[in-house]
């Protein structure tokens, strides 16, 4: 039988309490970032392939438990409940492909679209979700919300035309991450110990994998989605094969338990934070022939790096910042 192999990972330190949120802007001329969310009120981006520290944006006074960019890392967006941000509590945000609209969530249950463009303006709201929201992203071309609840189960489709709810994705447990592959097929869900991929077109499920443990996050391989990675309450970040649910790999060095995974968007790393405060690089070995020829089989085509734009992924609040790649 094969070992697996054992991955070092590159280790960032600069956070003083625990990482609750990561997110990859899509590649750039200037190449990738990764912008963290941490407890410690203080978002830090970074080179998304070097892990190097570029910046520190200061100015909430609470947790911080989200964070995004724009497609083109120009723009970076926090959410805190310290009611800094256009003055709403809001735990969940996301970056519309019009790079100056901004949809959040949080404990108000209402969601609602901030055009930065016109920070003065009142936002659009939503009409209300059934608890307070703790994800949110979007899909079909900016033309669907997704989001899920802090204190119940299910995945809610939200018709943006309507303001309505067209569908529920129904889960056992309250989902924890949520994220929409780079080629908009499946939504990777994750809820108590369970990982689900559903079709993002038909909404039927797709895939249902038992952890060893409750998962907190879990992210699918963005070129050929042969394998998705997982985080949770054990402290160890896991890499599965997505057509058979086979554990790859186990990776050991965290300190607590794993609160976010994300795949780089060129596929060849993924990084996780916990609450020890740090965020580990994951290096993921190239796909050999037998694996590409295995997607084409499978009917899966393959991702061009620059198709990696439309990539939409992660959760949380509100904040506006700036940051220049």
Same mark, same amino acid.
């Given at each position: ?7 070092? /990972? ?7 309490? /625990?990482?609750?949120?990561? +997110? %990859?802007?899509? *590649?750039?001329?200037? #190449? ?26 200061? #100015? ?11 497609? &083109? ?12 941000? %256009?003055? *709403? ?16 969530? !949080? ?78 097929? +499946? ?34 391989? /963005?070129?050929?989605? &042969?394998?998705?990675?997982?985080? #949770? ?17 186990? &990776? ?14 060129? #596929? ?16 993921? !070995? ?12 499978? !009917?899966?085509?393959? *991702? ?10 992660? +959760? ?10």
């Amino acid at each position: 039988m094969d070992k697996k192999k054992v991955t070092v /990972p590159l280790v960032c330190h600069g956070h003083s309490r /625990p990482v609750v949120d990561l +997110f %990859y802007s899509p *590649v750039t001329p200037d #190449g990738y970032f990764l912008i963290s969310a941490s407890k410690d009120s203080k978002p830090m981006l970074r080179n998304g392939e070097t892990g190097d520290w570029i910046g520190t944006f200061e #100015g909430h006074k609470g947790a911080v438990w989200s964070a995004c960019l724009d497609s &083109n890392a120009l723009r970076a967006a926090s959410g805190s409940a310290d009611f800094s941000a %256009y003055e *709403v509590s809001s735990e969940t945000l996301m970056f519309l492909q019009d790079t100056h609209m901004l949809l959040t969530g !949080g404990l108000e249950k209402t969601l609602r679209i901030y055009d930065l463009n016109r920070p003065d303006a009142a936002p659009r709201e939503v009409d209300k979700s059934p608890g307070s929201i703790r994800i949110v992203t979007w899909m079909h071309s900016d033309q669907t919300i997704l989001s899920s609840c802090t204190d119940m189960g299910g995945v809610r489709l939200w018709d943006v035309r309507t303001g309505k709810i067209v569908q529920t994705l129904e889960t056992k447990a309250p989902v924890t991450s949520a994220e929409v592959s780079s080629d908009g097929r +499946f939504i990777t869900t994750t809820d108590g110990s369970s990982v689900k991929f559903w079709d993002a077109n038909y909404f039927g499920l797709v895939k249902n994998y038992s952890m060893p443990c409750a998962v907190e996050s879990a992210s699918l391989e /963005p070129n050929y989605g &042969n394998k998705f990675v997982t985080g #949770g309450e054990d402290m160890w970040v896991r890499v599965f094969d997505f057509f058979t649910g086979e554990e790859i790999a186990c &990776n050991k060095g965290h300190h607590g338990p794993v609160h976010c995974v994300r795949f780089a968007p060129v #596929g060849d790393s993924y990084a996780s934070g916990s609450e020890d405060g740090t965020i580990r690089f994951w290096q993921l !070995g190239p796909a050999n022939k037998d694996e590409q020829e295995t997607q084409n089989a499978n !009917g899966k085509m393959k *991702v061009r790096v620059n198709d990696v734009a439309c990539k939409i992924e992660g +959760f949380h609040i509100t904040k506006d910042g700036q940051a220049e790649g």
